[in-house]
């Protein structure tokens, strides 16, 4: 099982907290650039399967993420993906590349991002990755945002991930799902 969501991260200044008696002037970035990143979070192994980009997130978009995700699990293993209500999510060409890759499609109530796993850790990256910070050119935040995923893909961040993605809103070893 999957969560899905995508995440924009915004070239700005974003600031933590600052108290000082003396005022002081923090540099900031300007303009409009954004990082996506479409990201999908195994509920279980909290493996990470990613689609970036600096346009936009659309159906192609999701299209790929399908593929990566089919890739990455296998033919014969069975896959639930858990999406929110998204317009591209829900368009005839990733309804129809998901049944033919044998990927079912669960989505979740309008309105509701605690209910997705990976929320908290895109909350987890933005403030890992942007709190605080000044960023000169956008490809230093690409890279940036870039090592942190890595990090989390490859495990290094494995005990901020086990507290952070406890599944404390439903137990999956106990719960009966039926296929319909």
């Known amino acids: 099982m ?5 995440a924009h991260f915004v070239m700005g200044s ?5 108290w000082c008696i003396v005022r002081i002037f923090v540099p900031s970035s300007s303009g409009r650039k954004r990082y996506n990143v479409l990201g999908a979070l195994n509920a279980i192994t909290h493996e990470l399967v990613t689609v970036c980009n600096d346009t936009c997130i659309n159906a192609l978009s999701i299209c790929e993420l399908l593929r990566k995700i089919r890739d990455s699990v296998g033919v014969g293993e069975i896959i639930t993906l858990v999406l929110d209500n998204a317009a591209y999510q829900r368009c005839a060409l990733v309804s129809e590349l998901a049944k033919d890759l044998k990927i079912e499609l669960l989505f979740l109530p309008s309105y509701s991002p605690n209910l997705n796993l990976i929320e908290r850790m895109w909350r987890w990256v933005r403030s890992d990755c942007l709190n605080s910070k000044y ?9 940036t945002i870039n090592q942190s995923l890595l990090m ?15 599944l404390n809103f439903q137990l999956y070893d106990s719960a009966k799902y039926e296929r319909g």
């Open 152 to 166: 989390v893909s490859l495990g290094k961040k494995r005990e901020e991930m086990e507290k952070l993605l406890a």
């Open 135 to 143: 960023f000169e050119q956008f490809d230093d935040l690409k890279y």
């Open 14 to 18: 974003f600031l933590g907290y600052l």
């Open 2 to 6: 999957f969560f899905v969501d995508a």
